[in-house]
């Protein structure tokens, strides 16, 4: 079993009560699940409340949730302003159509406020119903825009080992983990991988300048190899989520951003889970100072509550595809759907109101600084990361030279059963713990936090 596979395996095993086992036996008869897994499916939870940074299981158990959901619930759960704004927009009209021809006041000004959030010159928005659809709305439109400039040939997408970016078909290409694409082979041609900066792994050459830039010239290295005029675009998230909250070096999307520009290859802000203040910026390459020429955002836009996501399009490529005197046939939908962008609206009002950027940079500072004191001397702790409220342990073997656990070991599973045992859930990649709680969590669900995964780790670790 590799690493990756191991990111499959049942990552809970505690006992239900007869009548959370009842509706998981009622679920498996019909359900099919995101990663379906009957063994790990087994022992599943089945939530049925939520409060602030807490769900609710039908055993009236209380979990910390540790990962916001899927890392998008940065409110919390029971956020009345969020099913207020559902509700009042569903009784006055629950649907209309976003194709072209037709559009609605609540897409409107969503559409206004991204502009007035998002990077400066991203002024532009395609509104999907998550991220997948956003990635694959940015490679269609990046192959499209190399088309409109005469340079049909450019269609290739470079992205990321470890890179997450949904499993659509041309999402799946992208993204950097093989045991999304093995079973559904063969994949579309023309999509290729770069190692990523993952400071704790990460290799330079002893003559590197450092090695943010030693990995940020691999995509250089790519981009020769494919040959410039076929490479349409890179994707990379600004801190890589579901490969285990890789945080890059400083000097590595400033050096990404350059070779992009010298060999016309577009940047791709995959903001899916940075956006919106989890980083403790509004969006992830703000900390380095960078401007991507497409984004996208899906999870924390609505915290959740409805699914919405979207892409950001520079002004550069908008001119281009306004001027185009042609139709850009990629449409869905539920893209500008009404419900959504009412609940995305009252959402970023939350987000202002209460400061998410803020909220997330201090109580994210304050999480890994715990986490460190807590966790970093363990003889099997390799690395404790994060930036801003979005944070990993990574377990190792051998904390010298960085030798894995054997995937059988499953140090990460044992762990999360671990953590669930004492009231906490989240999710494992391998044998690194991730930690992105809602951005409305109290300081003291954010010491218990701390506390238990450090109980979890001596019950499993010593
Ligand atoms: C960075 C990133 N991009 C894209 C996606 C895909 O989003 P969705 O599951 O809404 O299709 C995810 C989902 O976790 C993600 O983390």
Not at 206 to 235: C, H, R, W
Request: charged share 20%; proline share 6%.
């Amino acid at each position: 079993m590799t690493a990756q596979q191991q990111q499959q395996q049942p990552q809970q095993q505690p006992q239900q009560q007869p009548q959370q086992q009842a509706m998981v036996s009622r679920d498996a008869a019909h359900l099919v699940h995101p990663l379906h897994n009957p063994a790990a499916h087994a022992s599943a939870r089945v939530w049925v409340g939520g409060e602030g940074a807490y769900l609710i299981d039908a055993d009236g158990n209380r979990f910390i949730d540790c990962l916001s959901g899927l890392w998008c619930n940065t409110a919390g759960n029971g956020r009345t302003e969020l099913a207020d704004a559902a509700a009042h927009q569903m009784r006055q009209m629950g649907f209309a159509s976003g194709y072209a021809g037709s559009t609605n006041p609540r897409a409107i000004e969503l559409a206004e406020r991204l502009a007035s959030l998002t990077y400066p010159n991203i002024n532009h928005f395609y509104l999907t119903s998550g991220g997948g659809e956003a990635t694959d709305s940015n490679i269609k439109l990046a192959r499209y825009y190399w088309k409109l400039k005469g340079q049909p040939e450019k269609t290739k997408v470079i992205s990321r080992i470890w890179g997450y970016h949904g499993v659509t078909f041309a999402a799946m290409c992208a993204t950097g983990m093989a045991p999304y694409w093995e079973m559904f082979e063969p994949r579309i041609p023309g999509f290729v991988h770069i190692p990523s900066p993952y400071p704790y792994l990460y290799q330079a050459p002893d003559d590197a300048p450092s090695q943010g830039i030693a990995a940020a010239n691999e995509l250089e290295k790519k981009i020769l190899e494919e040959g410039p005029e076929t490479v349409a675009m890179f994707i990379a998230e600004p801190v890589q989520g579901a490969g285990g909250v890789l945080v890059p070096q400083d000097d590595y999307f400033p050096r990404i951003r350059e070779i992009c520009d010298q060999y016309d290859v577009l940047l791709v802000s995959d903001e899916v889970i940075t956006g919106f203040g989890r980083t403790g910026c509004m969006f992830g390459l703000e900390h380095w100072g960078v401007e991507p020429d497409l984004m996208q955002f899906a999870k924390a836009v609505t915290s959740g509550y409805f699914p919405l996501g979207g892409i950001g399009i520079s002004d550069e490529i908008a001119t281009v595809m306004n001027e185009s005197g042609s139709p850009w046939m990629h449409a869905y939908t539920y893209s500008s759907h009404p419900v959504g962008c009412a609940v995305a609206l009252a959402m970023l009002d939350i987000i202002e109101k209460e400061n998410f950027v803020d909220q997330a940079r201090q109580k994210g500072q304050r999480l890994l600084g715990k986490l460190q004191d807590a966790l970093a001397d363990h003889p099997h702790v390799g690395e404790v990361r994060g930036l801003g409220l979005m944070c990993a342990v990574e377990y190792v073997k051998d904390k010298g030279t960085k030798e894995p656990f054997a995937p059988s070991d499953a140090i990460g599973p044992r762990i999360h059963a671990e953590t669930v045992e004492r009231g906490m859930f989240s999710r494992v990649r391998g044998d690194v713990y991730c930690i992105a709680p809602p951005i409305v969590t109290d300081e003291q669900t954010l010491d218990r936090i701390v506390e238990i995964l450090a109980e979890a780790t001596a019950a499993v670790l010593g």
